[in-house]
């Protein structure tokens, strides 16, 4: 079953860029997949033209295969009056900035599970991978795709969620680690999350489920693909060493703060959208200390509000409001074409499958008695 994964893909280097929506482009996917490892976009911020125009760019620029990712979170449940007092709590900063906080909230992503023009789309395009995270459409949707001879991955977080994958017949899982940047990926925000690591749900699901599984969360250069393989998975999927990538679409303030202190202190927050996700550590993370009991909406209409106040600061030269997604692995990313850092981690691996073969454990375990026993 895993050759068959990265046969059907037609990969030569078992890597997955991740979708990363808002930050990957099809300028990025392309170049990836160019490389023989699969390039991905995220569409769960866009609608289904904004989709479409993405697609049609990505097969423009690519023969090979690439994957479309959507979000397909729960229905939000507007509460007005929680959301107004969000707008109160964060108003004294909107006021720092000579600006006023929204009058209303909106929902500014739509879920797939809610969107027939979205998969009317994909069923037209068909492309050739299309991944979901948050959680799973309808068994209708998933038949209609799978009709289309589209192969389907879709994010788990533990193992319950990778066990409803598997039933709803889904090709392979993304073991999406707690070190992850970026969304968590967990079906229901509100519930106990065991923050699995990527060491140990990757191990998990390999040993618990019966398909590919994928391993993600603070991968970054060869030696973490391989350490991935080593556990089981087909491939490793990739996000915050593809940020700094000149295809990315982030923002030189992004592209600086990847750089700075920010990078070494990653922490999960739910103040940004509304549901947890792991970013650089910048102003709006900084707000956890002094959130106290404020609730923010659900997901994604407390993210109206953050885009918002990151548009509000922006505007007077703050950038520490921003979405600046990462995880931790941050400090090991790298500044170089995506197509160089494909070559890149390709050869990174290759090295330490050789040094693998090279050194028997046994060998290797007696050097390290002996390192331990020098001091």
């Known amino acids: 079953m895993p050759t068959s994964f990265i046969d059907r893909l037609g990969l030569s280097v078992p890597l997955i860029q991740a979708p990363m929506a808002g930050v990957s482009t099809p300028a990025l996917a392309a170049a990836v997949s160019e490389q023989g490892a699969l390039g991905s976009i995220g569409v769960g911020a866009t609608d289904a033209a904004g989709a479409r125009a993405m697609i049609i760019e990505t097969r423009a620029q690519t023969n090979r295969a690439f994957n479309v990712n959507l979000f397909v979170h729960a229905i939000a449940n507007a509460d007005p009056a929680r959301e107004a007092a969000w707008l109160d709590w964060l108003a004294p900063l909107f006021n720092e900035f000579g600006a006023k906080p929204p009058t209303v909230l909106r929902t500014v992503y ?15 395009l068909a492309p050739p991978v299309v991944s979901f995270h948050f959680g799973l459409p309808s068994t209708e949707i998933i038949a209609a795709l799978r009709d289309r001879n589209i192969l389907l991955m879709a994010t788990a977080t533990s193992l319950n969620e990778a066990r409803a994958i ?5 090709d392979a899982i993304v073991a999406q680690g707690i070190e992850a940047g970026g969304h968590r990926g967990v079906f229901d925000p509100l519930a106990p999350d065991d923050a699995l690591g990527t060491i140990a749900l990757t191990r998990l699901l390999v040993l618990k489920t019966r ?8 991968i970054m250069d060869g030696a973490g693909i391989a350490s991935a393989l080593d556990l089981g998975a087909v491939a490793a999927q990739l996000g915050t060493a593809f940020v700094a990538c000149p295809e990315s679409a982030a923002d030189e303030a992004y592209r600086a703060a990847l750089k700075g202190p920010g990078a070494y202190h990653t922490s999960l927050t739910s103040l940004i959208s509304g549901r947890p996700a792991r970013a650089l550590a910048n102003r709006f993370t900084g707000l956890a200390a002094a959130v106290s009991n404020s609730l923010p909406p659900d997901y994604p209409i407390a993210y109206d509000a953050g885009k918002a106040l990151h548009a509000a600061a922006k ?23 995506a197509a160089e850092l494909v070559q890149v981690l390709r050869a990174e691996l290759q090295s330490c499958r050789e040094a693998a073969r090279e050194q028997p454990l046994s060998s290797s375990f007696n050097q390290d008695s002996e390192r331990g026993s020098s001091g």
């Open 110 to 124: 739509k879920s797939f599970a809610d969107d027939p023009d979205m998969l009317a789309m994909l069923l037209t």
């Open 166 to 170: 598997e039933a709803a017949g889904i």
């Open 211 to 218: 398909i590919p599984v994928v391993a993600a969360g603070g």
């Open 315 to 337: 505007a007077k030269g703050e950038h520490g409001f921003g979405a600046q997604w990462a995880g931790q692995g941050a400090p090991l990313a790298r500044t170089t074409p």
